[in-house]
């Protein structure tokens, strides 16, 4: 790929990281991510820096005991509201809000003069501190009506709504005046709390910030009563004086919302908790640092753009670093601005850097296997495969060098090749040394050998590197008994075109050599040094005077237990180099099998002679 082009698609990439960054922010999915990592700061700012309240809100709960303890129907518990009442007004807490619904009739039909005690009760509470009274709405969505003699005693300004909305997940998390029941003047109870203990002034709208107080606990409507029965008034006084208390029912299955987090000392697992916590939690947002804000759509926009940036830079673990420290980082951020009453939604920032950074994996994948392909299809007629997938997975490194290897070298040359050269023009001769070295190439490199140069007509091979092979001696006889069995079959073809056959001769020895990069800086190859590299090339001219194709070290036979029939040829004289035990290798005939030409065989025990009709025979012994 050009430079021009290479240009233009980075570009484009980055412009699709951009728009992919801004999408999020309006994708519907990104809200449920964002109200899910909302819910686990939340838990976690609970664990490690929960937010103290200076004058906590009390709840009287009206719990299963209570219920039990008393028989009359809910609506019918006018003496032990006023009672309830009474003990109130006795501890002088600043305001009560109800998070019952009173009576909407009078029950004097019933049993005369039955709402006396309700109204004194409610008289004496107002004359001590402020009350209100919770309103709730019929199925049209129109509050119901409370007693009017209720709302005179309390004041006209005590009503409030005790209507909470969800989010759409159906998780108690947001607090605004009016939010649920439009166009109405009555006030939510938890602002009207927070307006009479002087908080007015604080935004009424916001996310509830659960991160503030303990878990809530309560005290039983019944101990209120039993208190104030035997006229334990120090109790009373040390539980509600000055503080602000909230009424509401506190049972299993009944007037339930979920939260964000666990809330309630006695549910410490639970997050459907009762309603009345949810008031009680917004008062102590507004008491604490107010409702949280979120922070202006721009934010997260810029910070989506910031992190498409990771579509630049290539792959590398400086960049995974910084990519960890990001996602780590804006997360963390976002938790510190919300313990600081602001919220920040970063999911759609964490998926925008997620995305850039995968993209710009994925392009530079593409582009790395185009330029392998590349490489393959120029260099890979140059070079053997196992060099070259060596290359590729950057196991070869560049640079000059070598390391020591136990290698079978491998050396092949054509018999009075000179005489032939003087009677072929030379393109019909270029012709003939490339089928032949087409069938060579192909039988060494079907046994995980390694070509290291053509020499004229001879050619050299060894096994090993960079490949590890477990018995490389048994690869290099393999890879010499299919050149026989190639050389056979391209005979054939060669006496069919009226040409004479080709006779060779192939020299095997092993033993520690150094192979790697060997060169200069600006051109080197990759081969094998050492004294194995001569012996096996003098092996091979062995082969004239011993009358066999194959002849190989010692130490080669030994290797695989003198299979396919060897000889012992015994002592030999090798020029340049101390005498040499010798084996010979020529193929027995004992079994026939039909192959085509190019069949690869598998073992060093085969054999073979040439027959006519196309057929290569061979043994196995």
């Given at each position: 790929?050009?430079?021009?082009?290479?240009?233009?698609y980075?570009?484009?990439?980055?412009?699709?990281?951009?728009?992919?960054?801004?999408?999020?922010?309006?994708?519907k999915?990104?809200?449920?991510?964002?109200?899910?990592?909302?819910?686990?700061?939340?838990?976690?700012?609970?664990?490690?820096?929960?937010?103290?309240?200076?004058?906590?809100?009390?709840?009287?709960?009206?719990?299963?005991?209570?219920?039990?303890?008393?028989?009359?129907?809910?609506?019918?518990?006018?003496?032990?509201?006023?009672?309830?009442?009474?003990?109130?007004?006795?501890?002088?807490?600043?305001?009560?809000?109800?998070?019952?619904?009173?009576?909407?009739?009078?029950?004097?039909?019933?049993?005369?003069?039955?709402?006396?005690?309700?109204?004194?009760?409610?008289?004496?509470?107002?004359?001590?501190?402020?009350?209100?009274?919770?309103?709730?709405?019929?199925?049209?969505?129109?509050?119901?009506?409370?007693?009017?003699?209720?709302?005179?005693?309390?004041?006209?300004?005590?009503?409030?709504?005790?209507?909470?909305?969800?989010?759409?997940?159906?998780?108690?998390?947001?607090?605004?005046?009016?939010?649920?029941?439009?166009?109405?003047?009555?006030?939510?109870?938890?602002?009207?709390?927070?307006?009479?203990?002087?908080?007015?002034?604080?935004?009424?709208?916001?996310?509830?910030?659960?991160?503030?107080?303990?878990t809530?606990?309560?005290?039983?409507?019944?101990?209120?009563?039993?208190?104030?029965?035997k006229?334990?008034?120090?109790?009373?006084?040390?539980?509600?004086?000055?503080?602000?208390?909230?009424?509401?029912?506190?049972?299993?299955?009944?007037?339930?919302?979920?939260?964000?987090?666990?809330?309630?000392?006695?549910?410490?697992?639970?997050?459907?908790?009762?309603?009345?916590?949810?008031?009680?939690?917004?008062?102590?947002?507004?008491?604490?640092?107010?409702?949280?804000?979120?922070?202006?759509?721009?934010v997260?926009?810029?910070?989506?753009?910031?992190?498409?940036?990771?579509?630049?830079?290539?792959?590398?673990?400086?960049?995974?670093?910084l990519?960890?420290?990001?996602?780590?980082?804006?997360?963390?951020?976002?938790?510190?601005?919300?313990?600081?009453?602001?919220?920040?939604?970063?999911?759609?920032?964490l998926?925008?850097?997620?995305?850039?950074?995968?993209?710009?994996?994925?392009?530079?994948?593409?582009?790395q296997?185009?330029?392998?392909?590349?490489?393959?299809?120029?260099?890979?007629?140059?070079?053997?495969?196992?060099?070259?997938?060596?290359?590729?997975?950057?196991?070869?490194?560049?640079?000059?060098?070598?390391?020591h290897?136990?290698?079978?070298?491998?050396f092949?040359?054509?018999?009075?090749?000179?005489?032939?050269?003087?009677?072929?023009?030379?393109?019909?001769?270029?012709?003939?040394?490339?089928?032949?070295?087409?069938?060579?190439?192909?039988?060494?490199?079907?046994?995980?050998?390694?070509?290291?140069?053509?020499?004229g007509?001879?050619?050299?091979?060894?096994?090993?590197?960079?490949?590890?092979?477990e018995?490389?001696?048994?690869?290099?006889?393999?890879?010499?008994?299919?050149?026989?069995?190639?050389?056979?079959?391209?005979?054939?073809?060669?006496?069919?075109?009226?040409?004479?056959?080709?006779?060779i001769?192939?020299?095997?020895?092993?033993?520690?050599?150094?192979?790697?990069?060997?060169?200069?800086?600006?051109?080197?190859?990759?081969?094998?040094?050492?004294?194995?590299?001569?012996?096996?090339?003098?092996?091979?001219?062995?082969?004239?005077?011993?009358?066999?194709?194959?002849?190989?070290?010692?130490?080669?036979a030994?290797?695989?237990?003198?299979?396919?029939?060897?000889?012992?040829?015994?002592?030999?004289?090798?020029?340049?180099?101390?005498?040499?035990?010798?084996?010979?290798?020529?193929?027995?005939?004992i079994?026939?099998?039909?192959?085509?030409?190019?069949?690869?065989?598998?073992?060093?025990?085969?054999?073979?002679?040439?027959?006519?009709?196309?057929?290569?025979?061979?043994?196995?012994?």
């Open positions: 790929m050009n430079l021009h082009k290479h240009r233009q980075r570009l484009a990439g980055l412009v699709l990281c951009i728009l992919v960054g801004i999408a999020l922010q309006y994708v999915v990104i809200d449920v991510l964002d109200r899910a990592m909302l819910d686990g700061q939340f838990f976690q700012l609970r664990q490690l820096h929960r937010q103290p309240v200076q004058n906590d809100v009390v709840i009287v709960g009206i719990d299963e005991a209570t219920f039990a303890a008393f028989r009359e129907p809910f609506v019918l518990w006018h003496p032990h509201f006023g009672k309830l009442f009474q003990a109130l007004a006795a501890a002088h807490p600043s305001l009560v809000g109800l998070d019952v619904v009173l009576p909407e009739r009078s029950y004097h039909f019933l049993i005369p003069r039955y709402d006396q005690p309700l109204l004194q009760g409610l008289a004496q509470l107002k004359s001590q501190s402020s009350v209100l009274l919770g309103r709730s709405v019929d199925g049209d969505g129109n509050f119901r009506k409370i007693f009017p003699p209720y709302v005179s005693v309390a004041g006209s300004d005590s009503l409030a709504s005790v209507m909470v909305c969800l989010d759409n997940d159906g998780i108690a998390r947001r607090f605004e005046e009016n939010l649920c029941v439009e166009n109405t003047p009555v006030r939510t109870l938890a602002g009207r709390m927070a307006e009479l203990q002087g908080l007015g002034q604080k935004k009424l709208k916001g996310l509830v910030d659960f991160s503030v107080g303990d809530f606990s309560y005290v039983s409507f019944l101990d209120v009563l039993s208190w104030y029965e006229g334990d008034i120090s109790k009373l006084t040390r539980t509600f004086s000055g503080k602000p208390v909230l009424v509401g029912v506190i049972l299993p299955y009944t007037d339930r919302l979920v939260f964000p987090v666990p809330m309630a000392s006695w549910e410490p697992m639970q997050t459907t908790l009762p309603g009345v916590l949810f008031h009680a939690q917004v008062y102590r947002s507004l008491q604490s640092h107010g409702l949280i804000q979120e922070v202006p759509r721009s997260p926009l810029a910070l989506s753009l910031v992190a498409a940036l990771f579509w630049f830079g290539r792959f590398c673990w400086i960049k995974v670093g990519f960890c420290v990001f996602i780590l980082g804006m997360t963390a951020i976002s938790t510190l601005q919300l313990w600081q009453s602001h919220y920040l939604p970063v999911s759609a920032v998926l925008s850097a997620s995305v850039a950074f995968v993209m710009r994996l994925v392009y530079e994948s593409v582009i296997m185009r330029e392998r392909q590349r490489l393959r299809g120029t260099f890979g007629n140059y070079v053997s495969p196992q060099i070259m997938q060596e290359i590729m997975e950057g196991n070869i490194k560049p640079g000059l060098g070598g390391e290897k136990r290698l079978c070298v491998l092949a040359d054509i018999r009075n090749f000179t005489t032939r050269t003087e009677q072929m023009p030379a393109d019909d001769l270029i012709k003939l040394l490339n089928g032949y070295f087409t069938e060579m190439t192909a039988a060494i490199h079907n046994h995980d050998g390694t070509i290291d140069k053509f020499i007509d001879g050619l050299m091979a060894f096994f090993g590197a960079p490949k590890m092979l018995c490389p001696e048994k690869n290099a006889l393999e890879a010499a008994q299919e050149m026989l069995v190639r050389l056979d079959a391209y005979n054939l073809r060669l006496e069919a075109s009226g040409q004479y056959p080709i006779q001769g192939i020299g095997l020895h092993v033993g520690d050599v150094i192979v790697g990069n060997v060169g200069s800086e600006t051109r080197n190859e990759y081969t094998v040094i050492g004294d194995v590299v001569n012996t096996a090339s003098r092996l091979e001219g062995l082969t004239k005077t011993l009358g066999y194709p194959v002849a190989c070290s010692a130490t080669v030994d290797a695989v237990g003198c299979a396919g029939g060897m000889v012992d040829m015994g002592e030999q004289i090798i020029k340049g180099h101390s005498s040499l035990r010798v084996y010979g290798w020529r193929p027995k005939l079994q026939t099998l039909q192959a085509v030409s190019g069949e690869h065989v598998p073992s060093v025990v085969m054999t073979h002679v040439r027959v006519p009709g196309e057929v290569i025979v061979t043994e196995q012994v």
